[in-house]
């Protein structure tokens, strides 16, 4: 089955119909998650050689604009999962890739320290790191406060910045599970985000996590982001934003899957 014919099924019988729910409710669609991750989608850009598609930005984008058409939510989720998932391809473990590729983890991005600011100013936040990262032995321990994460407290690992170990410039990128101790997220998502895409703050007071969990060098994010991660959100922001502009709005009373025509969902 090809990544389009798995992506029109996967819009209309997981992602349409808890569209309303998640969309008016603000109800995280774990649903439309697990069917992206069943039917191989979240590994779209995984390498074929650890189970993925072995596919790139532009057929991620599409994914993301033919998503935003139905539930913008969703879009958001899987934006920011391939933008973090092209650092895990070059940067991350075979382990977490090949969970990845089999459907099993969703990533995310925890890279902004500042609340305030929008577009550029938010990706000129994405170049800088106030939170820090202490060695101790084979161990990390991070501190920080990131805004804006989408799905906190519901994806399995964040891709988080730090302050250099040990050089004065540039910042540190780290492969954080959901799960590690002392990772918190508030029990109410905040109010950035499309409405159910559990965008909130995520707290590390501190993190610790094991020293391999870096992604790349030691004050090598700056590079990471200027040349993987802000070509990838922008990119997928751009489709997200196209399909938006269709999204498509079911008469009130009318269930958003029998709204969807199969022509709205294939194009």
Sequence with gaps: MSYRTALAEVLRRAVAPCAELTGMEGRFPRGAVTAFGATGLLGLTVS???????????EAAEVVARAARVCPATAAVLRSHYTAVAVIE?????????????G????????????????????????????TAVRSGGVVALRGRKHGVVAAGEADSYVWSSRPLGTPDGLSLWGVPAHAPDLFVPARPGATGPPGSSTSTVFADPVLVPAEARLGADGGGLDIVLGTVLPWLRELEAAAA??????????????????????????
Excluded: K, N
């Design 48 to 58: 074929t050689e650890f189970g993925g598609a072995g596919l790139g930005l532009t």
């Design 90 to 102: 070059s940067y991350g473990s075979p382990w977490v890739r090949g969970e990845i590729a089999a």
């Design 104 to 131: 099993r983890h969703l990533s995310s991005l925890a890279l902004v320290e500042d609340v305030t600011g929008c577009g550029q100013e938010t990706e000129a936040q994405l170049l800088m790191a106030r939170g």
């Design 242 to 267: 196209a399909g938006r502009a269709h999204h498509h709005h079911p008469p009130v009373g009318a269930r958003t899957a029998d709204f969807l025509t199969p022509s709205s969902i294939r194009a």
